[in-house]
């Protein structure tokens, strides 16, 4: 059983997985337990993962919370900078900016 304390990194409470729509990322936390998954509703709001990926996001981050799953789904517009096909960037996809939720205290 996780034992939420104070301030944790994400990555003590959760697993994630990251996926794309266009430009907007999309990633799923999934809480490894009931306690996680309270700490995380609490302090992972979407204005608190939008300022973690700054300047990426260009419009209002959207949270979906799943009580049932334990889990929770935060989309983030702009962050991949037009998409597979509209970004040279390498990770068109967003599949590592997933972990970098996973290095945010909470």
Do not use: C, F, W
Not at 89 to 104: E, Q
């Amino acid at each position: 059983m996780t034992t939420p304390a104070t301030v944790q990194r994400v990555d003590a409470l959760a697993d994630v997985r990251a996926g794309d729509k266009g430009d907007t990322l999309i990633v799923a936390v999934l809480a490894r337990d009931h306690a996680a998954y309270r700490h995380l509703t609490e302090r992972l709001t979407e204005d608190v993962v939008a300022a973690h990926y700054g300047e990426l996001v260009t419009g209002t981050a959207r949270r979906t919370v799943q009580p049932n799953l334990l889990a929770m789904v935060v989309e983030l517009p702009g962050v991949l900078g037009g998409g597979v096909t509209g970004s040279p960037a390498l990770d068109g996809h967003g599949k590592t900016l997933g972990y970098h939720l996973l290095s945010l205290e909470i």
